[in-house]
């Protein structure tokens, strides 16, 4: 055995515990997570079933955990992991799953697999097994705040091009706001005006905000590279970023993975609860609106309709949410089938989006929310995600539909907000 190997299946076998073990002993092998899995449905290619993502795992849980496996692994009857079956479960695990955690909504035995592909991952990314385009992310995410790399700049800059465009003065590192905002590398890069919105929005509430220069990025690349030691480092820079300013909460983005790292896994990951509230930015808006502090004024026309991204609503429970504030502000919301709670994911998120060789992977999977929007003659698409709003924008381009317009839900409320009230 080589010490590639070696240190593979160490680290696939250090992830298996009481949950795993009671995950492999319970599926019933129905198939029914395949129907559910976006790359499977597009494909129907039989790898891409969720539970066979697993196998590798499962291979190791059987052949040293289980007296039936023992006995058949000393008979030399066990079916080994090889380094090649390393290599290409690399490309399932990371390039064929979002954990978007639709195939866990249909699993009769509750299985999450959502959980168990996250962790493949960190046994994946320990042995080595993970892509480049993820590691690189992670280290510059952790040597410069970002994993675009040094973003200070870029963000200081799109703040002065709010404060002229609004009129309305920004203030960072501010001590004793109600509110910590994060960003996403995405939305400081492409969907900026997601910041004069907000300036907006929190000055016509009353509400206090800030953004710091120690912790303003969202982004979580160890939640999608599969590496709990940077998730934790990441999650902690904001937490400490949001104590040192004595905030009352942070504002997640819309990001997914990041509400995800923030809100539900961050003080696992830390070992302690906050002394503050995470709330992300639509479920906020929504408490805005139903406290009548939110006034808008105009509708937009045509077919508009929403996507629901899988971390914010399916893992994340933000689903009315988005629903009340559309309804504030478009003349005409038509939902697609299966919206909601069973949505189906855009495709790139989870980190998938980053890696180049799964291009023509996600291009095949977004078929089908190419058939969704077509079905309802969406004019327009709003999302809750500054990376579905990305993946939405490039596959709806590659699709050859250049005339859809992509928007977030933040930056419209913004732009429908009643300045006189």
């Not at 009671?22 to 395949?34: I, M, N, P, Q, Y």
């Not at 004595?246 to 809100?263: D, M, N, T, W």
């Not at 929504?286 to 996507?307: P, Q």
């Not at 079905?375 to 859809?404: F, N, P, R």
């Amino acid at each position: 055995m080589t010490a590639t190997l070696e240190r593979g299946l160490n680290a696939l076998r250090e992830q298996i515990d009481a949950p795993v073990a009671s995950f492999f002993t319970s599926c019933v092998s129905c198939g029914l997570c395949a129907e559910a899995c976006i790359f499977y449905r597009e494909t129907e290619d039989p790898k891409y079933t969720p539970i066979h993502k697993l196998e590798l795992m499962r291979r190791i849980w059987s052949n040293e955990f289980t007296l039936l496996g023992r006995l058949k692994s000393m008979v030399g009857l066990g079916r080994k992991v090889t380094e090649q079956d390393l290599k290409d479960w690399e490309e399932l695990v990371y390039d064929s799953c979002t954990m978007c955690g639709r195939c866990t909504m249909v699993c009769p035995v509750g299985n999450d697999l959502a959980m168990m592909i996250r962790k493949m991952r960190e046994g994946m990314s320990g042995s080595g097994h993970a892509p480049v385009e993820l590691i690189g992310a992670a280290e510059r995410h952790s040597d410069y705040g970002s994993p675009m790399g040094e973003l200070h700049p870029a963000l200081h800059a799109q703040i002065k091009h709010a404060e002229t465009e609004t009129g309305i003065p920004i203030e960072m590192n501010k001590e004793g706001a109600d509110y910590l905002v994060i960003l996403s590398a995405g939305e400081i890069r492409d969907y900026p005006e997601v910041i004069g919105a907000m300036a907006k929005i929190f000055k016509q509430a009353g509400i206090t905000w800030t953004i710091s220069d120690d912790g303003f990025e969202a982004t979580n690349v160890g939640i999608q590279l599969g590496n709990r030691d940077v998730a934790r480092t990441l999650v902690s820079k904001v937490v400490e970023a949001a104590e040192k300013l004595k905030v009352k909460g942070i504002i997640s983005p819309e990001c997914g993975h990041a509400y995800q790292a923030l809100r539900w896994e961050g003080p696992n990951l830390i070992g302690r609860s906050y002394d503050f509230e995470v709330v992300h930015i639509i479920e906020l808006l929504d408490r805005l609106r139903a406290e009548g502090k939110l006034k808008t004024k105009g509708k937009a026309s045509g077919k508009i309709t929403f996507h629901d991204p899988c971390q914010i609503n399916r893992r994340g429970g933000i689903n009315r949410e988005p629903r009340n504030l559309l309804n504030m502000v478009a003349d005409d919301f038509v939902e697609t089938e299966d919206a909601g709670t069973m949505n189906w994911c855009c495709g790139g998120g989870g980190g998938v989006g980053a890696n180049e060789r799964a291009a023509d992977l996600r291009f095949k999977a977004f078929n089908r929310k190419k058939r969704q929007f077509d079905a309802v003659g969406a004019e327009k698409i709003v999302t809750m995600c500054a990376y579905c709003h990305h993946t939405l924008e490039e596959q709806l381009e590659l699709h050859g539909d250049e005339e859809t317009e992509v928007i977030g839900l933040a930056e419209m409320i913004g732009e429908y907000l009643d300045d006189e009230a």
